[in-house]
């Protein structure tokens, strides 16, 4: 049987402002819809299975035939294997280094992309995915909110496709010079809008605005992580580590740094195929929410979110925890409202989380790279301290792979402050400097907007 997708919001009737959205849907809809009509996140019907003798057979091959496995497991009765083997053959032209900082203890780089972030993974396949999706004569217009990287990566992964516009929001305060610089010069069918406000305000105003009657006609879509179609690219990765790394049925620990609980969710995702997860660590910054919830069985968003200098995972209520609570048979809605509690016994059985304050996020750069010569950025720390962490609590030690999600040259004030010495920028950010073009500076306010999107987005090509 084919997968649907159908909404997280679909039990809650008889609440105000929420029409349940019960019917399901296709990949290819819920991946030109990006969300829910009823503000929800789409989530498969059911989770393919992997065997650990397929994952095994990847070791020493080509990150895209990981991919293509993955993809084919989720898609393969929406999408040729032609059409499969081009898109991920095209996304994933990059390595993917997984060093070792001591035995059994690993950084899975997640930085060699075009900008130099984790999110290329679940753009430039997601970007590939969309071509084929398109309604031939129709314009599609992407809205991205963005903490730091995703607008970045989302834009040089749609940059030139035809038929797609991307608007990208990001907060004035919350970004690195670096990550301006790149959102601002993408050009061409991609136009940034610097938002006087946080992340959840950007993040608030593209939600609302695919809700929207008055904005359909636009065929508005996202390439947030609210879009399933960037959580299904970074269930790859994990098994692609598991398979250079593990042996057959041997049980492996993730830490991942969690903002927006995307990247997290594509390895809960990994588990319930299949991969051995010993356990999921989900280190946040000093936004809190998750392992308060975790300790006290209680949810409160934060807000406003808390400015860290892990700015990429500066969210006070993940988007992501949606999925989360649906996974473990819970709902919590747009604005942070629980429904329903998960299982909570049962999410602390499998993930660990645990909160990175600034502080600790500097003493674990300056240690990592004193103890080991390797250079973590801030949010790789993050991750790291949150391993650490979870290591004083167990008495032996799994093999454990931490996830670096930005190249540390995207933070040189930082890296230059804390090591005296300032990372080599890669390929894909040398040009930068000669970059040219600016954002649209705009307020938190909808209406504006709206405004902004009807006299400036097109319908038709």
Partial sequence: MPIRYYSTNRYLNNVAGIVPFTASVSFKEALLMGQAPDEGLFVPDSIPHLS????????????????????????????????????????????????????????MRLDQ????SFKDFAARMMARLMSHCRAKGERLNI?????????????????????????????????SLMQKKQLDTIGGNVQALCVEGKFDDCQNLVKVAFSDPKLAKFNLSSANSINFGRILPQIVYYVYAYAELAGAGEEVIF???????????????????????????????????FPVFLATGKYNKVSPSRACISNAMNVGHPSNLARFFELYGGTVDRVGSVHRYPDIEEMRRHI???????KQTRETIESVYNRYHVILEQHGA????????????????????????????????????L????PELPQSLKDIDRRKGSAINITNDYDAFKDYLQKKLKIKE
């Fill in 52 to 107: 650990i003798s397929d994952i095994l057979k990847l070791r020493d091959k080509p990150y895209w035939q990981t991919a293509m496995l993955v993809a084919q497991a989720f898609l393969s009765d929406e999408f040729s294997a032609e059409i499969l083997e081009a898109v991920v053959k095209g996304a994933y032209n990059f390595p993917v280094p997984l060093e070792a900082v001591y035995p059994r203890a690993f950084v």
């Fill in 255 to 289: 830490s991942v740094p969690s903002g927006n609980f995307g990247d997290a969710l594509g390895c809960e995702y990994a588990r319930r195929m299949g991969l051995p997860v010993a356990k999921l660590v989900m280190p946040t910054n000093e936004n809190d929410e």
């Fill in 352 to 358: 660990y989380s645990v909160t990175v304050s600034d």
């Fill in 113 to 116: 992309g075009p900008t130099a």
């Fill in 382 to 417: 993050v991750g790291w301290a949150g391993l650490e962490a979870y290591f004083k609590t167990i008495p032996d030690k799994n093999l454990a792979i931490c996830l670096e999600t930005a190249h540390p040259a995207k933070f040189p004030e930082e890296i230059k402050q």
């Fill in 419 to 422: 090591l005296g010495i300032t």
């Fill in 143 to 175: 809205l991205v909110a963005t903490s730091g990287d995703t607008g970045s990566a989302v834009g040089e992964a749609f940059k030139g496709v035809a038929g797609i516009d991307v608007t990208i929001l990001y907060p004035t305060a919350e970004v």
